[in-house]
């Protein structure tokens, strides 16, 4: 029995090392590619002045969605930061996605709300909106009362009442840096082709906030918070930087992203029934894309800043992480059409592939390999001293990348 196991285990290791040395190898590409992406970025903007926005009366306007659920205690901060944001042609729709709590009440107190006719494009099916509301101390902030139906359901009725050129998607408890909107907006300016673009997320956890506004950068005190710390920075100046150059970003994060209005309109908007309905709109767009012979481009540009708060228990993130893969796997089952198909370009023959068996498998294939390690231990059939080595090599080359 033992004997059939070792014969087991042998070609399984090599497996496994052969998982290790290609996604490792692909990291590095992604490395060099993001070191490429982020010199070309500094020496195109270099010079230029986003104050010049500011005076423009051709820029793109921008509707902010912000959908709400129970956000008493820190929808007004948010809010006023939103308002204060430097960009010349700015709306801001609030949507209030059945709160149970005094959401609406705050905000008519902080925002001196009035009724106003709830006549609108319903371009997209949502759940009924019983009020809509303007701001009287801010005409830009429309404010909709609607019965719940969940975060997508509460963008597309955000979509539907949008009146601008681009929608940017945000989180209710995001804060945005003041110029990170100008600087979001300048490939729509510089590509006709781009359709979308994010920006960075950073961890909130330990700096100081005033007004919702980050007024001092700090490293969170806390283990998990900085490990967080350590990860979003990879996977947005490493990650998503080096598909920028690849020409495959797949991702655009939930919490900060802007998008043409009229490409999210044609695909339908957010899909509801989804619990990765960001990912899966940036498929949904891209995907049209190659099937109309008409490829657009998704751009993450390093610089537009919008800061989270990052859980610092285990139970949260493991929350959290399961929703994520959870959306993760839906997306790729639902888009498994684009798996190896060179109609959709890069999209099906490098993009796609990387996702699954990076991204979505990787964490089975590491647990398989921790479990055969540990078999081979019990049979006598691994090295120590190699393993040791081998531990120190993985370790070291990913704090060398880090």
Known sequence: MSFAIEAWLVPFNWGILTYFLAINSFYAVLLVSAVWEIRRHVLTVRGESRWKLLSSHVVPSITLLAPAHNEASSIAQSLHALL????????????????????MEVLQREFNLTRIHSIFDRRLETKAILQLYRSQSHPSLVVADK??????????????????????????DTMIEPDALQRMVRPFLTGPD???????????NGSTVSAGRVTACRIPRRALAGFQTVEYLRAFLFGRLGWNCLGGNLIISGAFGLFKREAVM???GYTSDTVGEDMELVVKIRRKGYEQRNVQRIE?????????????SLGNLGRQRDRWHRGLADVIWRHRKLFLNPRYGVLGLLVYPYFLFVELLAPVVEAAGFMGVGVGFALGVVDGSFAIF???AAYGYGLVLS
């Not at 944001?85 to 005094?102: A, R, T």
């Open 84 to 103: 204060g944001l430097y960009y010349p042609n700015l709306e801001v729709v609030v949507i209030n996605d059945g709160s149970s709590d005094q959401t």
């Open 300 to 312: 993450f540009i390093p610089d537009p800043v919008a800061w989270t708060e990052v859980p610092e």
């Open 194 to 204: 781009v359709v979308a673009a994010g920006g960075t997320i950073r961890v909130v």
């Open 147 to 172: 019965e719940n139906g969940g975060k997508a359901d509460a963008l597309n009725a955000g979509l539907n009442l949008a009146t601008s050129d681009l929608i940017c998607a945000i989180d209710a």
């Open 266 to 268: 044609a695909v339908g």
């Open 390 to 392: 081998f531990l120190c």
